[in-house]
């Protein structure tokens, strides 16, 4: 988590503002040389890709202090104890959060959305440009950050099973009286989800043939989202030796 109000630096800002090269500031690590106990990277503990990023005041600070000794120094400390695992009260709205703190955020305000489910909304789909998820707020080297306003915001606009506006005749129908189904990616998920609940007997190929043809996707994309509708309604995937 980048805690709200400070300014991220990663590792190419940090090698400029001490003056090295990239490939020398990484290759030797300078950050376990340089940095003492109390620059801490705000990357999630346990994070299997780490994306280095610091404090940049303290970074500046520091660099302007080197001829000191450390505990000589007046570096300034972090807003909060533990940046991986801040206390509930010192949460704030511009807190930037990776994809699982995001997640978490949305557990902890109340949300039952699945981790499974919230990975397949951020997930671009292959035929579309963007996703039904939140735009992430920032994006660093390749890893996405959303304020935390952004992600509990999302999740109260989100649209409950049968709440699609977009529901309505599908395409080729000869009922004219209601609107049309546009193909997005909510009433896809909505139609999946209707279809479990409606006729929860169908096999699974039938399931997917069905929304492949009443949503006007491919096989493979059915099989998405009836995946993501079974992991919203907290449903398990039907067993491999199921006919």
């Known amino acids: 988590m980048i805690p709200a109000g400070r300014t991220p630096a990663t590792v190419e800002r940090a090698a400029e503002i001490f003056g090295k090269s990239l490939n020398y500031f ?3 690590r300078l950050w376990e ?7 801490k990277s705000f990357h999630r503990a346990g994070t299997q890709r780490i994306t280095r990023i610091w404090d940049e005041e303290q970074l500046l600070a520091l660099a302007a202090q080197l001829e000191l000794p450390f505990d000589q120094q007046d570096i300034p400390v972090l807003p ?3 940046p991986q695992h801040p206390k509930p009260e010192e949460y704030q709205d511009e807190d930037l959060l ?3 703190e995001a997640w978490e955020a949305l557990r902890e305000a109340g ?3 699945s981790q499974r489910a ?6 671009r789909a292959d035929d579309a440009r963007e996703t039904s998820g939140p735009k992430p707020d920032l994006e660093i080297n390749g890893s996405r950050y959303w304020y935390r306003k952004t992600v509990l915001g999302w999740d109260k606009k989100r649209l409950g099973r049968g709440e699609s506006p977009n529901a309505g005749r599908p395409k080729g129908s000869k009922d004219t009286t209601g609107p049309r189904i546009r193909p997005t990616a909510i009433a896809r998920l909505a ?3 209707d279809l479990l609940q409606r006729l929860p007997d169908l096999s699974q190929a039938e399931m997917v043939k069905t929304i492949a043809s009443t949503q006007n996707v491919s096989d493979r994309q059915a099989l998405r989202i009836l995946k993501e509708a079974r992991a919203n309604l907290g449903l398990e995937e039907p067993s491999s030796k199921k006919k």
């Open 26 to 28: 990484q290759n030797q």
């Open 33 to 39: 040389k340089l940095f003492p106990a109390t620059i």
């Open 80 to 82: 909060v104890a533990d």
């Open 98 to 100: 990776d994809v699982v």
């Open 111 to 113: 949300s039952e959305l």
């Open 118 to 123: 919230w990975n397949t909304y951020i997930s």
């Open 191 to 193: 139609a999946a989800e």
